[in-house]
C-alpha cells in the first residue's frame, strides 16, 4: 500500500557532491518523521539524519556540516544533499518514514524503508 522509492545515488570522487531523494506514494493518511540511514558492507545500519514533519533535523556526528536533510510535505518527500564526500561515506543508503495510513475508520503506523541506494566514494 505504501512505498519509498529511493533515487541519486551512484559513484562520486572524495569531496564531491550527491543528492538523494525518496519519494513516498500509496494511500498515506500523513507521515510523521522521514530519514536516512546508511549500511556499509559488514556494519550494522546506522541513521545518518532525520526530520520531523515540523522540520526539526537531527544528524550524526559524522556529517554534521556536511549533509542536510529536508523535506517537501506537499510531494511526501525527503532529500538528502551531500557534500564534501568521503570515501567512508560510502554505503547503502536507505530512506526511513512512519507513515499513517487509512483504511475505512481504521488507522494505522507502521515504519517503512525503501529498497535503498548504492553511495560510492572514491577516486
Known amino acids: 500500500q505504501v512505498q519509498l522509492v529511493e533515487s541519486g545515488g551512484g559513484l562520486v570522487q572524495p569531496g564531491g557532491s550527491l543528492s538523494l531523494s525518496c519519494a513516498a506514494s500509496?494511500?498515506?493518511?500523513?507521515?510523521?518523521?522521514m530519514g536516512w540511514y546508511h549500511q556499509a558492507p559488514g556494519k550494522q545500519r546506522e541513521l545518518v539524519a532525520v526530520?520531523?514533519?515540523?522540520?526539526?533535523?537531527n544528524y550524526a556526528d559524522s556529517v554534521k556540516g556536511r549533509f542536510t536533510i529536508f523535506r517537501n510535505n506537499t510531494k511526501n518527500t525527503v532529500y538528502l544533499q551531500m557534500n564534501s564526500l568521503k570515501p567512508e561515506d560510502t554505503a547503502v543508503y536507505y530512506c526511513?518514514?512512519?507513515?499513517?495510513?487509512?483504511?475505512?475508520?481504521?488507522?494505522?503506523?507502521?515504519?517503512?524503508w525503501g529498497q535503498g541506494t548504492q553511495v560510492t566514494v572514491s577516486s
Open positions: 500509496g494511500t498515506i493518511f500523513s507521515i510523521y518523521a
Open positions: 526511513n518514514a512512519g507513515i499513517k495510513t487509512r483504511t475505512g475508520p481504521l488507522t494505522v503506523v507502521g515504519d517503512y
Open positions: 526530520i520531523t514533519s515540523g522540520g526539526s533535523r
